[in-house]
């Protein structure tokens, strides 16, 4: 199992890979999101624009950090009782601790993981961790709009005849309706069999109605993808002829927690599993 420094790939004198096309004079999402992780891969302009998020909603870095115990119960829940052992992980971002695919193959070594990005800090970073997994881990530098290119990338890695499991987590708020964000999701399980779930977590726009609406605003300003935050009926319908797992499409803290520590995190977002029958 690798750690953050090796997902993040830090390099000679430890620095991390920063590939020539970075604009750091921009916000972009994964490294706003990063810094409220608690990251270290952001600039003042992610900074700045992820400063103004948390005044309307201060307890944002702690509803994102929520994320990362709720990975790890999904991703154990998919490993120990839904037998799944490949992973394509779309709209990886710039994680602050471990990855999906670290975590599945620590609970079984011969899992493999695709991660798919379009931004190049991201797609850096996580082609530092390949020399040390060549066989189970692949990045893929795409847009998750288009299916058809990223899954024919994946199958040199994921055997698509086997259960697959199709991860959205925070990535769907910004792909506006106007790109089809349901036939996209349709179109990666199309090509998935039987026994093959998904994963989502999805900013809410009804949880808490005026904080989402202060956070849409100012970011929107900031950052160049521009969200469309989703309420329970919209995330829901990502699901529509899935298996639901129990609890079902709840707030991401509530989705099987293992204390009421974590069960009574903050969050604005809306989580759920689905099995494909």
Request: proline fraction near 8%; aromatic fraction near 6%.
């Amino acid at each position: 199992m690798q750690d953050d420094k090796a997902w993040m790939g830090a390099g000679p004198a430890g620095h991390s890979p920063q590939p020539s096309s970075l604009d750091t004079a921009a916000a972009y999402s994964a490294r706003v999101n990063n810094y409220w992780q608690g990251g270290k891969d952001h600039f003042a302009a992610d900074r700045a624009a992820a400063e103004e998020a948390l005044a309307a909603f201060p307890d944002l870095a702690t509803a994102v950090r929520a994320g990362q115990p709720w990975r790890r119960r999904v991703t154990r829940f998919l490993v120990t009782e839904g037998g799944i052992g490949q992973f394509l992980d779309l709209g990886t971002g710039l994680p602050a601790g471990e990855t999906i695919g670290q975590m599945a193959g620590a609970l079984r070594p011969d899992c493999r993981t695709v991660y798919v990005d379009h931004d190049p800090m991201v797609v850096a970073h996580a082609r530092a961790l390949l020399p040390r997994h060549p066989a189970s881990c692949r990045v893929v530098e795409a847009d998750i709009r288009d299916p058809a290119a990223v899954l024919a990338a994946a199958a040199a890695t994921l055997d698509l005849g086997q259960p697959v499991t199709v991860i959205l987590a925070s990535v769907l708020h910004l792909i506006p309706d106007a790109d089809d964000p349901y036939g996209m999701v349709s179109r990666y399980l199309d090509r998935t069999p039987a026994g093959s779930y998904l994963v989502i977590a999805h900013p809410s726009s009804d949880l808490r109605p005026e904080a989402s609406a202060g956070m849409a605003a100012s970011l929107n300003k900031a950052v160049s993808q521009q969200r469309s935050y989703r309420d329970h009926a919209q995330v829901s319908r990502f699901f529509a002829g899935l298996d639901l797992v129990e609890p079902g499409v709840v707030p991401l803290p509530r989705w099987r927690p293992d204390s009421e520590e974590e069960a009574g995190a903050p969050t604005m977002a809306w989580a759920g599993v689905g099995r494909k029958p």
